[in-house]
């Protein structure tokens, strides 16, 4: 196992841009084996390596029933991969709750007919790795393991508790804690970078995500990756699937450039699989992560070294992001919000924009010329038209900024009335409260934008307003594009408007922000693509 290690170190030396063949780091992938006979095992370790798998970890504590003599015996033959054994115990997070001297004789028993590692706790570390002294095989390793299912501790604590691990004669140290916030995950990257022994550090929890990816850049020894979504051996465990194509996780070395989504919530943005697969395509070292963040400030603090350099901002965060950069550009300062970042590598400071409003704009100006083939009139179609705006928030403004750019008449509709009528006596036009919307119909011909969540996944059948409304409007946009036909624009298609998906305005000002992310022009056609197969 050992010459795998060195092999993947060697190669990641060669940090070769975009290359498919050599992986730009050591990090292995390891499959946990869950399933609760040893024939299920089998069948399971086979497809993790057909799925990519480096090492397969064989959770003993999930077997229903364990012979511990045959059973190791065939599971150590059979094994298609490097196997490492756990037994996990009830206090420790695990399923047994059996003899602990029986616990540790199976894995005496594992180490002694070949396993290449076994995962031992803490707490039962020292008397374990003193009852093999003189009689560990050459390429055996010892984990020692520690579970925090509450919290991660501060970077002293974490430094103290490595200095424990090693203290019991480890080989690898493995520590796992919880994340309350993304923030915590740096104090894990700052021990795993600084550990002078090999470290798994994984913080678990959808706000320890990045852990699980970004360990290949930070030098951790190995990361999980489940068989299927929902089957998991910790919380926040991404699939081997997403680990290795959907981040690219191979091609993750100490140079790669992190970039991500700032959302709350985040997990159903497609933004990864647009940009990860457009770094692939044009060979630029970077990856693009989901970033769940409760407080935009403290992340950007936390995480403000230039390993960091570019994030796409989501809801809820457009209008505290502004306030956190060092420098705005001028039209996302009159909208009051952005939807990028970037941090200049000369001087490390963060610049806000805004893309926002161009992609949905101009889709909105397609759908409407696409419709009413105005011979020969110049200037946009949306001229002149009143264009209502659901929503007073960052896209909300930044829709209300660009109509009103392209020469339309704007009423702003929001829950609360207050926020509508801020926005609308900023960007000069009428309010009116959601719950007066169903109501307002002054004109025909109106343009109706949903700039809020509501009747995205998983609420998929609210819409913010009723369908016999919608007559009065000649186009319908949703800034919500999963699913991408939402409840509104269905309502809408079937009242006889045009309807355009939020996946239109997504895809616009992703052009726009991968051009800024990597200096290079953006693959339209791939981005269409990717789009098109995830949706």
Known sequence: MDSTQNILLASSGGLQVGSKGVRRSSTLICAPIMAESVDK???DMDKAKTLGADLLEIRLDHLKAFNDNV??????????????????P???????DGDEKDRLDALRLAMELGADYIDVELQVAHEFIDSIYGKKPEKFKVIVSSHNYQHTPSVEALGNLVARIQATG????????????ITDVARIFHITVHSQVPTIGLVMGERGLISRILCAKFGGYLTFGTLDSGIVSAPGQPTMKDVLHLYNFAQIGPDTKVFGIIGKPVSHSKSPFLYNEGFKSVGFNGVYVHLLVDDIAKF????????FVGFSITIPHKEAALKCCDEVDPVAKSIGAINCIIRRPTDGKLFGFNTDYVGAISAIEDGLTGSHKSGGITGSPLAGRL?????AGGAGKALAYGAKQKGARIAIANRTYDRARELADTIGGDALSLADLDN??????????????IGMQPKVDETPISKHALRSYSL?????????????LKDAEASGAIVVSGLEMFIGQAYEQFERFTGLPAPKGLFRKVMDNSS
């Open 387 to 391: 264009f209502v705006v659901i929503g």
């Open 71 to 88: 059973d190791l015996k065939t599971l150590i033959k059979e094994s298609p991969l490097p196997t490492l054994f756990t037994y996990r």
């Open 90 to 96: 009830k206090w420790e997070g695990g399923q047994y």
């Open 440 to 453: 307002f119909h002054p004109e025909e011909g109106m343009i109706l934008a949903n700039t809020t969540s």
């Open 476 to 488: 319908v946009f949703d800034a919500v594009y999963t699913p991408k036909m939402t409840r509104l």
């Open 300 to 307: 950007l603090q936390t995480y403000s070294s230039m390993d």
């Open 41 to 43: 095992m089998l069948i």
């Open 170 to 181: 480890a080989d690898i140290v493995k520590i796992a804690t919880t994340a309350m916030d």
